[in-house]
């Protein structure tokens, strides 16, 4: 028998289909998938080597996050998401930013002088991101901790480890990255020793993975004993940082006079820091805080390529590292030359490439790079940072008005349409129609008969 993996996709569908795992109707969908051609979707070829057991396509919309401004720019950062509202959620936060003149200071372990950069716009400093390869020990004595602390200690062995790390994959060298920095460290009943790795515009997991197993061999000849495993991790040491000082005014509605705005503004300014401090007391708010900042960092990452789970992990891994859970970004009222403004910041790792994998093979990820014109990796993580940090302000702004879910259903009632079969224009109408009634009428009951109710008076 036939290996499933070693099926044509076409082969791989059929099987399903005789299983009955899925009907006809299923089987004709992921077949039309490979039928249809089109530039803008991944290759029938490609997809097949891109992962195992493949049967199909996942699509899903990518959308424009417009008006962000990172580094005295105007960013376009495509989004790729399911959510309603998390596109719009982040270009209203970027609006407000962008209004007070200032936009985001986006950078890492940098101080702010709100006197001289406010107005001044975004100043970015990226840190020196690297990636590391763990070599572990099992080591119940200590022993072994010890010897590696001797390794990293002695020049000659470093030099050695280093060098058979990049000649493992001589290509990242070239580019003017590779291996960097050894050392080692003791762990309850475990040793390890870390090598970080320089991979300049890549996320490099591959590459890191390949110089962690030659340097685990080298490491067990001269220790004489078998490594546990030679793998990286998807924790940073470093974290890059964004900020932001708005005017009060701006966080008004529009709509306001000029003599309420300020006062509005102060009141939601008051309560978005006090929702900010409710999620570094509580763990359990601190989680959907930090969801929320995923929300458009994990899109544009997924929109672009990148490993969203890496980066996803990282963060969290980020929030815990105090031993506590925290909010990755901090939100306070100050006075400036007698003007009251918002103060936001956030701190969160960005373990993403701008090159190689899928980045370089997917055709939507291709185009995200060059939309959002990243110059170079730190270009990209000086922007998500700046987008998470407006899809917070957003959130934040929205709790301390009218509730998340006021301006969420607006945009939920097209998806509520859809999934009760409504098309082409009847989505707009049966949205209209949802959000005229009461909370507890939106069910999917509701929404058909409505759809039904439209289409019979369409054939009058």
């Not at 990243?374 to 709790?399: E, H, I, M, P, S």
Request: charged share 20%.
């Amino acid at each position: 028998m036939t290996a499933f993996r070693e099926l044509s996709v076409e082969n791989r569908i059929k099987t399903l289909q005789n299983e009955g795992a899925i009907n006809d109707a299923d089987a004709t969908f992921l077949l039309k998938q490979f039928a249809e051609s089109s530039d803008t979707t991944i290759p029938a070829d490609v997809a097949n080597h891109m992962i195992e057991h493949q049967i199909g396509k996942y699509t899903l919309p990518v959308g424009v996050v417009r008006g962000l401004i990172v580094n005295g720019e105007m960013r376009d950062v495509l989004v790729a998401t399911e959510e309603p509202s998390v596109i719009a959620a982040a270009c209203n936060g970027a609006r407000i930013a962008a209004g007070t003149g200032a936009g985001f200071d986006a950078g890492t372990d940098v101080g702010f002088d709100a006197a001289t950069d406010v107005g001044y716009g975004i100043i970015a400093r990226s840190p020196q991101y690297v990636t590391t390869a763990q070599i572990a020990f099992e080591d119940a004595d200590g022993s072994v901790a010890a010897r590696l602390r001797r390794i990293v200690e002695d020049k000659e062995k470093v030099a050695e480890l280093l060098r058979i790390a990049n000649e493992s994959h001589p290509s990242m060298s070239k580019r003017g990255g590779g291996a960097r920095k050894c050392r080692a460290s003791a762990l309850h009943g475990f040793a390890k020793l870390e090598i970080d790795v320089d991979t300049c515009d890549a996320m490099g997991a591959n590459t890191v993975n390949t110089m962690g197993e030659a340097v685990k061999a080298q490491l067990e000849s001269w220790l004489g004993v078998q490594a546990l495993v030679a793998i990286l991790t998807n924790t940073s040491r470093v974290a890059t940082t964004a900020e932001v000082h708005i005017p009060v005014e701006a966080l008004a509605s529009r709509r306001l006079e000029d003599s309420e705005r300020e006062s509005e503004g102060k009141r939601l300014a008051r309560r978005i820091a006090a929702l900010s401090a409710l999620a570094a007391s509580d763990p359990a708010r601190a989680a959907t805080h930090n969801k929320g900042i995923l929300n458009g960092i994990a899109g544009a990452a997924l929109a672009s390529g990148n490993d969203t789970r890496a980066l996803e992990s990282a963060a969290h891994a980020w929030a815990a590292r105090s031993g506590r859970y925290l909010p990755l970004s901090k939100w306070n009222t100050e006075t400036l030359n007698g003007k009251t403004i918002l103060h936001g910041s956030i701190e969160i790792p960005l373990q993403i490439g701008i090159v190689g994998g899928s980045i370089s093979s997917l055709p939507m990820a291709k185009l995200a790079i060059k939309i959002g014109n990243y110059k170079n990796a730190n270009d990209f993580r000086n922007t998500l940072a700046a987008l998470g940090l407006v899809q917070n302000l957003a959130a934040l702004r929205a709790l301390a008005g009218p509730g998340i879910q006021a301006g969420h259903m607006a945009l939920q009632s097209s998806n509520l349409a859809i999934a009760a079969g409504a098309k082409g224009a009847e989505i707009t109408e049966i949205a209209h129609d949802i959000l005229q009634l009461s909370p507890a009428e939106r069910t999917t009951e509701k929404v058909t008969q409505l759809l039904q109710k439209l289409r019979e008076s369409s054939k009058n």
